[in-house]
Structure formats: C-alpha cells, structure tokens
C-alpha cells in the first residue's frame, strides 16, 4: 500500500493518507492535493538520445538506395529509347550477377560451398524461369494504353519507396532470424510489378528477358548485397554509396537537367534537412509512464 | 437530512441499466442515495433494445431512455448537435438545476455537457478509467476530454491515481478534482453462515474474459497453481474472447475436475459464487477501482490481486503481487497461508465502516454544493477556456461552441421555453423500515424478470 505522508500542521490534525477507504479523512477535502501528487510520473523514461552525426549516417543508406532506383529507373528509360540494345543488357546482367557473388563471397564470413552452390542452383532455375516466361510477360499489357503504364509504374515505383524495409533486407541469407514484414512484402512486390509492366511494352523477347532479369535482379538482391557492405566495413559503405550517387547525378544530368536538379534536391533533403528536423522535434517528445499505465505482459502470447 | 438546499440532478451516460457494471451500478446506487437525501435525480441514456422512453425505477427515479440506438461499444452516434434538442427540453421540462456526466468514453455524456454549458447549467463529471497516452485512440479519446473539462465545474474521479490520470490527461487545475470513490453494498454481499469446509480451497475468478482484465495471466497462473496444491480449485465465472485459451489450458492440463467455467455470471447470481470460495483473484492489467475485489472482501473471501492502477488504494487486506505469473503464485502461496486467520464475519463488519454508498452521496452533495456556487460566465469568457486547448484545436472548440451557441438561440426562438411544459414534483412517502437492502433487491429481481 502506498501512504503519503503530508506534514503536520497542527497536532490534532492526522496526516493525510493516500487511500480510498475510510470516507472522507478527517480535517482534508476531497479535492486536497497532496505534496506526493503525481510523485509516480516517470518522463521520457524509453527516449533515445539522437546524435546529428549517426542520424546523417542512417540516412545515407536511404539516399544509397534512392540512387539505386533512379539508376533502374535510367536503364528502363534507355532501354524504352532503344539506346541500350540486348547484348549490351545481357552483359549488364551477367556482369551485375558476378559483382555480387564477389561481394557475398568477400564479405560473408562463413560461406561453405554448399550454400554457395545452393545460391547457384536458385540463380540457375531463376533465369531459366524468366526465359521461359518470357513470351508471356512481353505481351501481357498489350491491350493497356502507354500513359496508363508510366503512371501505374511511376506510383508502384513510389509505394515501394515508402514502404521499403530500409533497416535490413527482405530477401534475408538463410538463417537470419527476422521474419519480413507485411510493409516490406508489399514493397517488393510492388516494385515486381513495375517491372513486369515496363517489360511488357519492349518489341523484342530477348529484351523483355534481359530488362526483367536486371530489374529483378535488382530489386531482389541489391539490399542483400548493400547490408553486407555495410555490416562488413562503414567505411567501404560510405565509398560505395557515395561514388553511387555521383554516378547516379552524372547519369541523369546527361539525361534532362531539370531531372537532375530534382534528384539534387531529393538527395540533399534526405541526407541533411530531415535528420536536423528529427533532431530539433525530439525536444517536443514528452512520454509519460506512471502507476496508471496498463501492465505489460512479459511473456509471449502463444495460441 | 436537512440540507439547505434542494438539487435537481440530470445523469448522463450511454452506461446504464440493463446493462450490469462499474458505471451502471455507480449511477443507480448514486442516485437512489441522492433521491433518500431529498434530491430530485433524473437519469439520461440511449434506448436499450426496445427499451425506449420514459421509466420509473425504484424510489421514483426517472430514466430517459432516448431513442438513440448504441452503433459502437454501447455509444450513440456522435452527431455533435443532434442531441441539442431533447436534452434542452428534458432540462426545461425537470427544472433541473445540476447535470452530471459519466465515463470518459461515453459520446452522449460528452455532447450532454457541451450542451449544457451552453444554456449556462453547471457541470459536473465523473471518470471512471485509466487510459493511457501513447496510441491513436488514447490520444483521440485524451483531446475531446480535453474539450469536456475546458469548462467543467467540477470533477469526480474514484481514486487518487485516476485524478493524476485525469489531471495529466486533460490539464485540469487538480484542486477542481475531487477523488470520491466507490462503494459496496454491503447488504446484499454477506458472507455465508457457515464457510465452506472440508480441506479443499477454493480459488473464485469472476471477470470479463478479455485481455485488460489479465486473463492470459489466469493461463499461466493456474496450472502452475494445480501443480503445487493438490488441494487447490478454481471456480471461473465470465465469458469473453479469452474464454477459448481458458478452455485449452484447461484440456492441455487435464483439470476439468479441479477448474469449473460458469460462464457468464448474471449480476444477482455474484454473491452466491463469490461465497462458495475462500480466495479471490483478480487479474487486472490496469484498474481504477476495482469494485470486484470489494465486493469479494464483503463476502469474507481473501483476495489476491495484481497491483496495477488504483488497486492498493481501495482495501489494506489485499495481498499484492506483481502482474508476473511467477509472483502472482507466490501470492496465492501467501493467501492459503494465512487463510486461517481470516475470518468472513470480521472482514465484512470492517467493510461496513470502511465504505458505504451514503457516505459517498453526501461528499457527492458537497461538490454539487461548491459546483453550484461558482459564477455564471458569458459565452466570450468561456470561449477564451477552450482557446488554450492547443494551437489549431483551440480554435476549432471555439466553432464547435459558437455554432452551439447559435443552434441554441434558434431553438429558443423555434420553440420558446414556455411552451415546454414542466413536470411537477411528485413526493413519494418513504417507508421509513424500508432500508437499501430492499431496493437493491428490487433492482436485483428487475433484472432477473427483465
């Protein structure tokens, strides 16, 4: 039982308790309030301190990854444009697949050769799916009109950046122990889709087998890949996403200048505006636990 | 009595009879205790089923059952000034003087206030609950309280952790809440004339199956309990979504014959589970006041409770525990301990002195008292109380009372206060031997006819 004690003022007054029971305590009011009121509070007890520098750090594998799209993004342009043919995709692919067996290899601490040739197994029958699938996605939306493609592309290419598990990777190395969630799934696959759309309107099958194997590619394993780097060394992170974004700059200035002031904008607005902002909001956060709050369960609920 | 002055009390709530509970029974036993005080008490709620217009409860309590049908969790629908008609005509038609509101999550309590300071009646508000701060429905349910008490007379809570409660969540002043907290009736929890014998104890669990009121800890809890004493039975009265993971444990752990499940235990039946036990357990994840554990200490049964909320404030012979399975079983290990010293008889003479419902009317009268004397404001001094609410919320209070103040003046004009007539006061002659403990049993056999 919790007994407040209140100071005597005079000798005939009893002290003030902190109980229900017993009627009105004799020589207070019931709407004394004590010098122990609101004693239990406990403010911004489960905060986190942010520091500016590691916010910014965070937000680099945001802006990493932002390129990454725009870079995808780029080769569909092209490839629409008839400005990359087939051979010179294929060779994107196969090249893009060899990095980053490269990487996993370099920077994956045990990797036996079973799981390595479990991973080559799952590659072979990916592409070879893909190839026979082919015909089936190159004249899937041939009844649908061209504006509806770019804008159902571009809001798909949106959904999956917003809800985009930027933390870790949805498609995990065996044995990770995260399951993905219900945001990230939807995530993916909305950026699967984008692609089937954008494959759909090329002329040739070899094409639509290419584009969509370097965007699934992408889209599937670039996270993998980027969250060993960044497990593996920050340094060699910070490089990677920093010579991407300059690639990535580059890239579209030569494409449309307005594109390129925009991606500018975009980057720079994640990278320094939003963690300065987070940091100025967390003076507002005000978290108030007490006797009042409903008890947590420690364990788990298992039906 | 004689008190100087007669109230007209108005009670407002979407939780009334028929449906049994903390609110429910608060407002009915409230009221009755008023009316032998010399009030006049009228109560406001939505229509129950086919349960709609006026009734007469025992005493001569009027009950406005408004023809509002529940759309979620027993709450009209807010309409904002859909209830600004009926209620200024019950207010005219009783001459009432006072209106009282119930539970925060009540919508017609809400609307009844707003309403009522308007047409310039003092206001009083009882809340009932713990909520928190941190999800979308607290925060939500935290600013339209906030809107409620911008311009409340006075406040009730039942027990010293709800007015921190209430005072951090609404930014209420905390000397205009007064903590008055429930009560029992005594009367009709008696304990049994003899206690149930034979080396057998009985564990008694009456709750709402849900998980607020702990029942994944009553999961946990039993087995491990059955395990230890082989003596030991659970008597499990309630129903509810969690009644099924109850069932299972029950299967997994073959003890059909030492856990009985009553299912849903009607209102007038409670007293005769709560003493074919000797212990009570009470689970709860958050609590304000649990009535529960009162009505069981009447009953002479020993309680175990978890302690959460307002729970060690209501009763000092309570054993405690953390809501931790491991040290709720070292509690119960407690409570069969000491069961031998416990005698029924004495727990309930000491709960007869320690709470009683006419000790809380007259503290009830004493802020009616202080709610009265308070000044009439205009509406421009009002307005400045809600524009301190917030930033944009502020200014959206002021609207939503402006609009309020001219849908008013229309209905003055629409239908003038003459025109509306006025209920006479009818006196019933009160049996002087006619104590509570008939009325409440004629509450009790109400329910059981109905």
């Known amino acids: 039982m919790d007994n407040c004690i209140a100071e005597n003022p005079s000798p005939t007054r009893a002290k003030w308790r902190k109980v229900a029971y017993g009627g009105m305590q004799p020589g207070f009011d019931d709407n004394h309030t004590d010098e122990c009121f609101l004693e239990g509070m406990v403010m911004n007890a489960n905060v986190v301190k942010r520091d500016m520098l590691k916010v910014m750090q965070d937000a680099i594998s945001i802006s990493q990854y932002l390129c990454i799209v725009v870079l995808v993004g780029l080769v569909w342009t092209y490839t629409l444009r008839s400005t990359l043919d087939e051979s010179s995709l294929l060779y994107l692919d196969v090249s893009l697949l060899g990095s980053g067996f490269l990487v996993l290899l370099l920077t994956e601490e045990m990797l036996s050769l079973n799981l390595l040739l479990h991973y080559l197994v799952n590659v072979f029958f990916f592409t070879t799916g893909l190839f026979v699938l082919a015909p089936i996605y190159q004249t899937l939306t041939r009844s649908i009109s061209s504006d509806t493609i770019w804008a159902v592309t571009v809001s798909l290419v949106i959904l999956h950046l917003f809800l985009h598990d930027y933390s870790g990777s949805t498609v995990t190395a065996p044995g990770a122990l995260k399951n993905p969630t219900l945001t990230s799934s939807i995530s993916l696959n909305a950026s699967v889709v984008a692609s089937v759309f954008i494959a759909s309107r090329l002329p040739s099958r070899l094409q639509v087998f290419a584009i969509m194997l370097f965007s699934l590619q992408v889209f599937l394993f670039a996270p993998l890949v980027t969250y060993c780097i960044k497990k593996y060394s920050f340094r060699l992170h910070l490089c990677f996403s920093f010579s991407l974004m300059a690639m990535t700059l580059a890239f579209v200035y030569t494409l449309h200048r307005l594109l390129f002031v925009l991606l500018l904008g975009l980057l720079v607005f994640v990278t320094v505006v939003c963690p300065y902002w987070l940091i100025r909001m967390q003076e507002y956060k005000f978290e108030i636990n007490g006797p009042w709050d409903e008890a947590k369960l420690c364990f788990d609920i298992t039906d | ?450």
């Not at chain 2, 025992?58 to 859909?82: E, I």
């Open chain 2, 1 to 450: 009595m004689g008190d100087s002055k007669r109230h007209r009390i108005l009670m407002v709530s979407d939780f009334f009879y028929p449906n049994f509970g903390g609110v429910e029974n608060h407002i009915y036993l409230l009221s009755q205790c008023l009316l032998k005080l010399g009030h006049k008490v009228v109560v406001m709620t939505h229509a129950y089923g086919n349960r709609s217009g006026v009734r007469y409860m025992t005493g001569g309590l009027k009950v406005y059952y408004v023809p509002w049908k529940p759309f979620l969790l027993q709450n009209t629908l807010p309409t904002f000034y859909g209830t600004l008609p009926i209620i200024r005509t019950i207010l005219i038609r009783e001459q009432i003087s006072l209106v009282h509101g119930h539970q925060a999550f009540s919508t017609l309590c809400h609307e009844a206030l707003m309403h009522a300071r308007t047409m310039g009646y003092k206001v009083v508000f009882t809340d009932h609950s713990l909520y928190g701060f941190a999800d979308v429905g607290s925060i939500h349910m935290n600013k339209v309280l906030q809107f409620t008490l911008a311009d409340v007379s006075q406040a009730i809570c039942v027990s010293h952790t709800s007015k921190e409660n209430t005072v951090l969540r609404s930014g209420l002043p905390p000397e205009k809440v007064y903590v008055i907290p429930n009560a029992v009736d005594t009367a009709m929890f008696k304990p049994a004339a003899e206690r149930p014998s034979g080396n057998e104890i009985t564990i008694v669990v009456i709750s709402r199956l849900v998980y607020r009121k702990g029942a994944d800890l009553l999961v946990e809890v039993i087995p491990e309990v059955c395990r230890m004493y082989p003596n030991v039975r659970f008597i499990v009265g309630g129903d509810g979504p969690k009644r099924v993971r109850l069932e299972e444990m029950r299967e997994k752990h073959s003890l059909q014959d030492r856990v009985e499940m009553l299912g849903a235990v009607p209102h007038a039946q409670v007293r005769s589970v709560l003493i074919s036990g000797h212990i009570f357990l009470n689970s709860s994840l958050t609590e304000a006041f649990c009535i529960a554990i009162l009505e069981a200490a009447s009953c002479g049964l020993l309680t175990v409770s978890t302690r959460v909320g307002g729970v060690p404030e209501a009763y000092d012979m309570i054993v405690l525990a953390e809501p931790d399975p491991t040290d709720m079983v070292q509690a119960i290990k407690k409570a069969i301990s000491i069961l031998p010293m416990i005698d029924p008889q004495d727990m309930h003479n000491r709960m007869k002195k320690l709470y009683d419902w006419h000790d809380v009317a007259k503290r009830t009268e004493i802020v009616y008292d202080r709610a009265l004397k308070c000044s009439n404001q205009s509406l421009l001094e009002r307005l400045s109380r809600y524009l301190a609410c917030g930033a944009w919320a502020g200014k959206l209070f002021c609207l939503v009372m402006i609009i309020d103040f001219l849908l008013w003046r229309l209905l003055q004009l629409w239908k003038p206060a003459e025109d509306i007539e006025v209920v006479p006061d009818i006196v019933l002659s009160l049996d002087e031997d006619r104590g509570m403990s008939q009325d409440f049993q004629a509450f009790n056999e109400d329910h059981s006819l109905r």
